[in-house]
């Protein structure tokens, strides 16, 4: 027992190095954004905002580690895409090497497939790679979620944002 409270101590102090380390990392990239030029007066957004945008939602992935490790919660609920029903309990499972070296190829191949495949047909696999990576999706997660996912984000950036994105093979019916 006291080697289990140990092991769960070092993993901690892991975590909040990690998290702290994060947190930095955002913030730099907020100061680094502050220093592109503002860029042209028919842009309202101008070219500093992605960059910040960036930097803080690294930073808060940092605190949210930072808080998750702090507060050491166990079990959790299940969340809007895990497909389990109810109130029902999910374990989070230890870090695993494996998932984090799948998800950086799944996300190498995924930034090699975005500008030839395009947006909307590389983005769903990716998504399901990755759900596949970190486990637990049921098939119907499986199916919905990079529907979902790819939709919103494909109309956030191209209508929204007015950002466009790679079509690919697909862009005559784009």
Same mark, same amino acid.
């Given at each position: ?37 503002? &860029? ?5 957004? /101008? +070219?500093?905002?992605?960059? @910040?945008? *960036? !930097?803080?939602?690294? %930073? ?25 029903? &109810? ?5 989070? /499972? +230890?870090?695993?090497?494996? @998932?984090? *070296? !799948?998800?950086?190829? %799944? ?68």
């Amino acid at each position: 027992m006291a080697e289990l409270a140990h092991s769960q101590k070092n993993i901690s102090r892991r975590e909040i190095a990690i998290a702290v380390c994060l947190a930095l990392f955002g913030a730099v990239v907020i100061a680094l954004g502050g220093k592109i030029e503002p &860029g042209v007066y028919t842009d309202p957004l /101008g +070219p500093r905002v992605f960059p @910040r945008a *960036l !930097g803080v939602g690294i %930073a808060f992935c940092g605190l949210l580690l930072g808080v998750g490790a702090i507060f050491r919660w166990q079990p959790e609920k299940a969340g809007l895409l895990s497909g389990a029903e &109810g109130g029902e309990e999910v374990e989070r /499972g +230890p870090f695993s090497p494996m @998932r984090l *070296l !799948g998800a950086v190829a %799944a996300t190498a191949i995924y930034v090699a497939a975005f500008e030839p495949v395009g947006y909307l047909i590389a983005t769903p696999f990716y998504v399901v790679a990755i759900l596949i990576i970190h486990g637990g999706a049921t098939w119907r997660t499986l199916i919905v979620a990079p529907v979902v996912i790819t939709s919103v984000l494909y109309v956030v950036f191209r209508f929204a944002l007015r950002i466009p994105v790679p079509g690919g093979v697909i862009e005559g019916l784009l």
